[in-house]
């Protein structure tokens, strides 16, 4: 046991020491380069004394990184991950002035912008001659795996170790469809997924069919807490209150999960022994990591904020996600103006914040998101949640089939290889799931194809004032006559009834579904309502060419579709393969008729159009790639699972659509997930209704992990 400790000892000592004189030489190397950054007298010195001088400076520089950087980044938790990913730089020159200050005799000299190139260079270094050592010791990962496991079960009492039950780790690769995933996997995109769908490989790859509303919102909300009751899109208008929920809002993101908990009485899939990494919901889970429903909670252990530090407590982490954050953003600068030379269609603009929101979601997330996925392995934790949001990202700009996407799915597959070997050594036995919340559906955006927004279009359709640009559309010629027939304001005919002032509309767009709310109408409003207020509205949009049918309630009928040329059908009576809703494929009557049921539809429901043939659709917002509604992959997404798991339907799911042997929607699942876990680590522990209540999430998890 002695002489362990020792080899121990001596090989860290030994690797301070490599990386010390690696560090040494840097310092060097950059000082006869850089004419701003000097390590000697004005009169010159012996190389010997230089040498000394940059051993000094190396030394005191990777002393304070190691001491003062953590204290650092703990204090800067309140600023803001961007800002944060920018003061990095800045910090890191600043830790090398100081450094070259503790220099005797004042040798060390360097002016702040020289500083800081030379702070990024010294920890790139330094953090890939350790990674590089510790590579190369064999042991180097055990020790680590074997520290952390070792004092987990101290505090826990448990015994532990590889031949207990395994964890799960779920990955979710948002937005990445079905066909995505199995075309990159087969063109040697994503080799470690590849690996995974080869014969004999023990994997098996299952698709799903989402709700209506195909956004991370609803699925996410679903898969973790085994509800998404009520939510028809990433965005709607509640007229009780006035306010409009927004699934990317930590307040909306709260109120949406404390509302889940409330219908199912339960934490979530995490609630025993969990981690939430990169989610908008918890789940129930007690360790959190960039969860918007978190982030604006106080108190211990509440603040997703608190994820960053583990990572960014270390200078070479800081340093090189900061490098990789500017590359990000000048390969979308690069990649976008490439678009623009070569006039690719469809194309949207992707200037102002964008690629700054790009490198943030495909490079900060990431490294924070799998570092904190991989600390979670090394200490033993049973379940992890992990969102990757930087497909979905650069899909919604690029394309989903795009050169752009197809690259960052290669970055992606290289995470998943990484966590892979990961789990060859921690602790605990690890069954690693992938597994998507939507897909995504191409095509020119609403705007682009007909010169008006969905805003537009209903304001015209009300006899609202509409921008000029909408009264000069470039659309098609139906397009166009629904338009300027709306921007007559027809009356009614047949009767006296002078129409009420009309309104303004809340138009609302999630991908390519559209809602349209009427904030002075009680309720839902109805078809007769409507056409009482605004005769030429339905009618101008179920008859444009860009939408698919439309959802709205009836008082002689009950809620209907309506479509082009007054067709017209009872959501009572849809079935899948006929009439408006046959081009949207299986499963589309299930979902409109389950989202009429919500408390919260909208008075208008709107999907686009959908061509079968080209599988694309018009989203209402900028982007080429969307999801939100019905119609192509963006309904598609994937479960790829271990064999040794039991299949997703090897029982019978609660009542409802796909009960018969499909996989539909996010509470399904929820459910196979669960049940995944319960076959390894016991049933969850579900909450009380007064738990619900109190928790909105991470209290509750707290309660039902204890």
């Known amino acids: 046991m002695g002489d362990g400790r020792w080899r121990t000892a001596g090989s860290a000592l030994m690797r301070v020491i490599v990386v010390w004189a690696v560090s040494t030489l840097t310092m060097l190397v950059l000082a006869g380069i850089l004419p701003d950054f000097q390590l000697q007298s004005d009169n010159g010195d012996s190389f010997t004394k230089i040498a000394f001088t940059a051993a000094w400076g190396a030394g005191a520089f990777g002393l304070l990184s190691a001491l003062v950087w953590p204290v650092l980044v703990r204090a800067l938790l309140i600023v803001p991950a961007l800002v944060l990913g920018m003061l990095v730089f800045f910090l890191n020159g600043s830790l090398l002035l100081v450094a ?95 690996h995974w769908l080869a014969d004999g490989s023990g994997h098996r790859l299952t698709p799903w069919r989402t709700d209506w509303s195909s956004q991370t919102g609803a699925s996410q909300l679903g898969i973790l807490h085994g509800s998404n009751f009520d939510i028809p899109a990433f965005r709607w208008f509640e007229k009780e209150t006035g306010d409009v929920v927004v699934s990317s809002r930590p307040a909306s993101a709260l109120e949406m999960q404390r509302r889940a908990i409330v219908r199912t009485h339960d934490g979530g899939l995490l609630t025993l022994d969990g981690a939430s990494r990169g989610n908008l919901f918890s789940g129930g889970a007690d360790q959190l990591a960039l969860v918007l429903s978190m982030a604006a909670r106080r108190g211990k252990g509440r603040r997703s904020r608190a994820g960053y530090f583990a990572y960014f407590s270390d200078p070479a982490n800081a340093v090189r996600t900061a490098l990789s954050f500017v590359a990000e953003v000048g390969r979308e600068i690069s990649q976008s103006t490439r678009a623009r030379i070569r006039k690719d269609t469809p194309r949207i603009k992707r200037g102002g914040l964008y690629p700054f929101i790009r490198a943030f979601a495909t490079v900060v997330e990431r490294d924070v998101v799998v570092a904190a996925v991989i600390g979670d392995m090394f200490a033993g934790r049973t379940a992890v949640y992990a969102d990757l949001v930087a497909y979905d990202e650069v899909a919604h700009h690029s394309g989903p089939h795009s050169r752009d996407a197809e690259k960052v799915l290669a970055r992606l597959d290289r995470s998943l290889a990484l966590i892979v070997k990961v789990a060859a050594h921690t602790p605990r036995r690890y069954r690693i799931v992938l597994l998507s919340d939507h897909g995504q559906s191409p095509g020119e955006t609403f705007a682009g194809a007909y010169g008006l927004t969905l805003k537009d279009l209903v304001r015209a359709g009300c006899g609202l004032p509409v921008p000029r640009r909408a009264q000069r559309t470039k659309s098609g010629s139906e397009a166009r006559d629904a338009v300027r027939t709306a921007l007559h304001r027809p009356v009614e005919e047949g009767g006296t009834h002078t129409a009420a002032a009309p309104s303004d509309p809340v138009v609302l767009a999630s991908g390519n579904l559209g809602l349209i709310s009427f904030p002075d109408i009680d309720g839902r409003a109805t078809r007769e309502q409507l056409d009482r207020r605004h005769p030429a509205l339905l009618s101008t949009l179920a008859n444009h060419p860009g939408i698919g049918f439309l959802l709205v309630r009836s008082e002689l009928h009950g809620s209907v579709v309506l479509g082009r040329g007054g067709a017209q059908t009872p959501v009572s009576e849809l079935a899948d393969g006929e009439g408006l809703l046959e081009p949207f494929g299986p499963g589309a009557a299930d979902a409109v008729r389950r989202t009429d049921t919500f408390p919260h539809v909208a008075d208008v429901m709107v999907n686009s159009m959908y061509d079968p043939a080209t599988g694309c659709v018009h989203a209402f917002e900028e982007q080429i790639g969307s999801h939100g509604g019905l119609g192509g992959e963006q309904s598609r997404p994937f479960l790829l699972h271990p064999r040794t798991m039991s299949e997703p339907m090897a029982s019978r799911m609660s009542a409802g659509p796909g009960a018969d042997g499909e996989l539909v929607g996010a509470e399904q699942v929820h459910e196979v997930l669960r049940r995944w876990l319960r076959e390894c680590s016991g049933p969850q522990v579900p909450l009380t209704s007064d738990d619900a209540d109190e928790s909105g999430g991470a209290d509750g998890a707290a309660a039902a992990a204890g």
């Open 100 to 194: 070259l200050r503790l220099i005797p005799d004042g040798r060390g000299a360097a002016n702040p912008e020289t500083a800081v190139v030379v702070a990024a260079v010294m920890s790139a270094v330094a953090s890939a001659t350790s990674t590089a050592l510790a590579v190369r010791d064999d042991n180097a990962y055990r020790r680590r795996l074997s520290r952390l496991a070792d004092r987990r079960r101290r505090r826990s009492g448990a015994d532990g170790g590889r031949s207990g039950p395994p964890g799960t780790v779920f990955i979710q690769l948002d937005g990445v469809g079905h066909d995505v995933l199995a075309r990159a996997a087969e063109g040697g995109l994503m080799p470690t997924v590849a």
